[in-house]
Every structure is written in structure tokens, then in C-alpha cells.
């Protein structure tokens, strides 16, 4: 029987020590708001007060036993070849944990090798890391391949858990979409390990608009990734026939520096904090428009604008979440006509006031937490069903009745 309230360690990222991203928001969401019966504790604390111990580390800033020496060289060599670009930038972490103070590990994103103890896994992610890079850094398809296949066999021979890549024996996988589902399954990975477990959005008190007024928004940090350039272009495309629209177009401070963003009908938000951005700025849209070219389940730009009652038109990437529908979302294919058409279809009024009604409720029945909270609990009642079955065979076999 899995455990009534387990105690989760997340190895999630965190602000202010992992690069900005949507994936400090799922962990806000979860710290913030846990599945009925779950704590959560985030790697920092449990590194802070000593209950996880990063392993491996340089002689005399950390333990020295024969492993941490051992795993010092390997990562030595790990850190060489992620720097060249033979392989991807992001770290295996190698931990120790105390026994007796977790019951399980929730890896969201990150690829963990557990030294000593080891406890049931559940990880999520959303994608491929080969298909970021494609996207965002333009490695070739060679590369890719490369990297890829490095990032494989190191995760084979040292028995890591990666969240996009490879489970553990007993691991349990949770992703964004059937497609990247089908994608695992392929690659042989059991469909027993694997679990469909999207992003949601908390209830932020934030009230659907109620006036019409003809703006066009978007979010996104990083301009090109996330489709900022399609965007601009459409609304170009648009206001060349309609004199009267405006955009919103809210980024970074370095996007607006590598790309002419000034224009008739535009206004340029920079760097809004998070309450600024669902308080101030995406209220005053019509219409998102999301164009991404590399994204994953329901970002939560997205799901803000549904909360708010927003639709959205997106982009048809296979690795966004398979319940963005019509009429509340709208895919597009990745060119600055086709996202301009499919916007001015959308703000036919009769379809806008549709999709409006569609978007606050498409939020309330897919997209709200006690759905999210549902699909992690049954994936971490599996993680830790998997490793009590375990155990028990282990007590059952031959070897084990002969040391009784």
C-alpha cells in the first residue's frame, strides 16, 4: 500500500538560483498550493539543512570517501563535454539522501543519480532537450544526434534517472503530452512508467475583462523562441487593414535590444514582474497571440490569459498540451500569414465573444489544480507501489531467505 501523505523531496527549479523560466512557476504552484496530503521540500532546504548532500564535489568542499572521488573525475569529464558542446549544458546531479526523511523524489527536469539510499522517482518535463536546442540555439541535426546519444549511454552506465530521456528501473516519467508519451514508447521505455501530468495555474483571483477593445498581446522572453518576431509580423499584417488595432508586447530587456520593436499601434513592456504582467498588462488584450516555436504543455502565459478569459492562438507544435482547443485556443501554422488570418477570424465579434466564455472555462476544467493534483498522486502512488513490490520480492527470493 503507497504511503497516505509521502513526504516529496522537489528537485525543482527555484527563483533566484535556476534561470527564469515556466518551470519556477510549476514549482510555485506546487509549493503554493500541494496535492491533498503532500509536503513538499525543495532541494534547497534539504541541502541547507544537511537531509541531501550533493556528491562527487572537489576534494575538501564536500565528503571525500573513495565514491566522491570516483564521481569527482566522472563529472570532471561530464563538465568537459558539456562545455565543449558535445553534449547539453545541463548537469547530472549525484546526491546522497538521509534516510527516514523523504518518502520520494519529484525531478522536474533535472537528471539525478541517488548515491547510497535510494527512494521511489517520479519526474516530469515536457520535452526532448534535443528539440529545445534545435529550436532555440539552432544546433544542426548531426550535433543533435550526438549529444543525444552521449546523453544516453551516460545515463546508462551511471543508472540516472533523466525526466526527458531515461527512467530508473522503477521510475516513474510523467509528460506534457501523447505526443512526447508516444515518443518514449518508442524509444522503448515502458507504457507503465509513463504518465500524461500537464501544467496548471493556481486560482490567482484574476477576473475575466469585459470590454472589446481591439489589442493584440504577447509574452515572451525570449523574442525569437517564443515566436515574438510572427507575432509582430501578423499584427503588421493586420493593421495594414484594420488602422484601429494595437499591441501589447511585452519581453526582455536584451530581446529589445536585438530586435526593432518600436512601430504605429505598439507599446513595449519590459521585464514586468509577475503581478504586473496579470494585473496590468494582460487584462487590457483582446486576443494572445502565442506563436511559439518551442514550448511544451500549457505555458503559463497561456494559462493566465485563460484565467483571465483570453483566447489564445498558438502554434501547432506537437509537444503542446493536447487539451488547447477551440474555442478558447486556436493553432496556427509558424508563419506570420497564417497566425494574421487565423486572428482576424478570432476577432470577428460573435467568435471573440465564443472564445472568450470558452477560455475562462477550458482553465476551470482542465487547467486548475485539483486536475494536476489527481494525475501527480496517482503517479507518485505508482512510484511508491512499484518500489514496496520491489522490496517485497527482494524479502521472497532465494538469496534473501538464505541470509534469514
Known amino acids: 500500500m503507497s504511503t497516505a501523505e509521502p513526504r516529496v523531496l522537489l528537485f525543482s527549479p527555484l527563483q533566484g538560483l535556476d534561470p527564469p523560466s515556466g518551470d519556477i512557476s510549476y514549482t510555485e504552484a506546487l509549493?503554493?498550493?500541494?496535492?491533498?496530503?503532500?509536503?513538499?521540500?525543495?532541494?534547497?532546504?534539504?541541502?541547507?539543512?544537511?537531509?541531501?548532500?550533493?556528491?562527487?564535489?572537489?576534494?575538501?568542499?564536500?565528503?571525500?570517501?573513495?565514491?566522491?572521488?570516483?564521481l569527482f573525475g566522472a563529472r570532471a569529464i561530464e563538465f568537459g563535454l558539456r562545455k565543449t558542446g558535445v553534449m547539453f549544458r545541463e548537469p547530472t546531479w549525484?546526491?546522497?539522501?538521509?534516510?527516514?526523511?523523504?518518502?520520494?523524489?519529484?525531478?522536474?527536469?533535472?537528471?539525478?543519480?541517488?548515491?547510497?539510499?535510494?527512494?521511489?522517482?517520479?519526474?516530469?518535463?515536457?520535452?526532448?532537450?534535443?528539440?529545445?536546442?534545435?529550436?532555440r540555439e539552432r544546433w544542426s541535426r548531426p550535433r543533435l544526434r550526438i549529444a543525444r546519444s552521449l546523453e544516453a549511454l551516460y545515463c546508462r552506465l551511471a543508472d540516472i534517472h533523466n525526466p526527458w530521456l531515461r527512467p530508473t528501473t522503477d521510475g516513474i516519467m510523467t509528460v506534457y503530452s501523447e505526443h512526447f508519451r508516444s515518443e518514449l514508447v518508442r524509444a522503448g521505455i515502458s507504457p507503465t512508467q509513463i504518465r500524461l501530468a500537464s501544467t496548471a495555474l493556481p486560482d490567482m483571483g484574476l477576473e475575466p475583462r469585459t470590454d472589446h477593445a481591439l489589442t493584440l498581446g504577447f509574452v515572451?522572453?525570449?523574442?525569437?523562441?517564443?515566436?515574438?518576431?510572427?507575432?509582430?509580423?501578423?499584427?503588421?499584417?493586420?493593421?495594414?487593414?484594420?488602422?484601429?488595432?494595437?499591441?501589447?508586447?511585452?519581453t526582455s530587456h536584451e530581446s529589445a535590444r536585438r530586435h526593432q520593436l518600436a512601430g504605429d499601434g505598439i507599446e513595449v513592456i519590459l521585464d514586468p514582474s509577475r503581478t504586473e504582467l496579470t494585473s496590468g498588462f494582460l487584462p487590457r488584450i483582446a486576443a494572445l497571440l502565442a506563436p511559439t516555436r518551442a514550448d511544451c504543455g500549457a505555458?503559463?502565459?497561456?494559462?493566465?490569459?485563460?484565467?483571465?478569459?483570453?483566447?489564445?492562438?498558438?502554434?501547432d507544435l506537437p509537444w503542446l498540451d493536447d487539451r488547447l482547443i477551440p474555442p478558447a485556443v486556436t493553432r496556427a501554422g509558424?508563419?506570420?500569414?497564417?497566425?494574421?488570418?487565423?486572428?482576424?477570424?478570432?476577432?470577428?465579434?460573435?467568435?471573440?465573444?465564443?472564445?472568450?466564455?470558452?477560455?475562462?472555462?477550458?482553465?476551470?476544467?482542465?487547467?486548475?489544480?485539483?486536475?494536476?493534483h489527481r494525475r501527480l498522486i496517482d503517479s507518485y502512488n505508482a512510484a511508491l507501489d512499484h518500489a514496496e513490490a520491489a522490496a517485497d520480492d527482494s524479502k521472497g527470493s532465494p538469496s534473501a531467505v538464505s541470509r534469514r
Open 94 to 135: 549525484y546526491i546522497s539522501i538521509r534516510p527516514g526523511v523523504f518518502d520520494l523524489l519529484h525531478q522536474h527536469l533535472f537528471a539525478i543519480r541517488q548515491i547510497g539510499l535510494k527512494i521511489p522517482v517520479v519526474s516530469s518535463a515536457g520535452y526532448p532537450l534535443d528539440v529545445l536546442y534545435r529550436a
Open 334 to 372: 509558424l508563419t506570420s500569414a497564417s497566425i494574421a488570418s487565423t486572428a482576424e477570424a478570432l476577432l470577428e465579434p460573435t467568435r471573440l465573444a465564443e472564445a472568450r466564455s470558452a477560455a475562462r472555462e477550458l482553465w476551470e476544467q482542465e487547467f486548475s489544480m485539483p486536475g494536476l
Open 299 to 315: 505555458p503559463y502565459a497561456l494559462l493566465e490569459a485563460l484565467q483571465l478569459g483570453i483566447p489564445i492562438i498558438t502554434t
Open 220 to 250: 515572451g522572453r525570449d523574442f525569437v523562441s517564443k515566436g515574438g518576431d510572427l507575432a509582430l509580423a501578423a499584427f503588421r499584417i493586420l493593421r495594414s487593414d484594420h488602422p484601429s488595432l494595437r499591441m501589447l508586447l511585452v
Open 31 to 70: 509549493l503554493a498550493h500541494p496535492p491533498p496530503g503532500v509536503t513538499y521540500t525543495t532541494y534547497q532546504r534539504a541541502m541547507e539543512d544537511g537531509s541531501v548532500v550533493v556528491r562527487g564535489r572537489r576534494p575538501g568542499h564536500g565528503r571525500s570517501e573513495t565514491v566522491d572521488q570516483v
